[in-house]
C-alpha cells in the first residue's frame, strides 16, 4: 500500500482508502479465485494438481501434509 502525503489527507480519508483497499484485496485473495490460478504440486507422489477442484480442496485444508506445496502457475 502507498499512502501519498498530501494537503487533503486526514484521518477519514486514510480511513476510507484502508476500507477500499482491503475489501479489493478480499475479492482478489479469496480462495474460490485462488485456486484458478494455483496449482498444487506433491512431491510424496510426484504428482502435479491441476483441476479447480483438487486446488480448491488443498487450499482449504487445515492439517499439512509433508512434500505438497501451491505454486502460483506464473
Do not use: G, Q
Not at 24 to 53: F, G, P, Q, W
Amino acid at each position: 500500500m502507498v499512502v501519498l502525503r498530501e494537503d487533503h489527507a486526514d484521518a477519514e480519508w486514510l480511513y476510507a482508502e484502508t476500507e477500499w483497499l482491503n475489501i479489493m484485496l478480499n475479492k482478489v485473495e479469496a480462495t474460490a479465485n485462488l485456486a484458478h490460478c494455483c496449482e498444487v504440486l506433491n512431491l510424496s507422489r510426484y504428482k502435479i494438481e491441476k483441476k479447480y477442484d483438487k486446488v480448491y480442496k488443498a487450499l482449504n485444508t487445515k492439517d499439512l501434509k509433508p512434500f505438497v506445496f501451491i505454486f502460483n502457475k506464473n
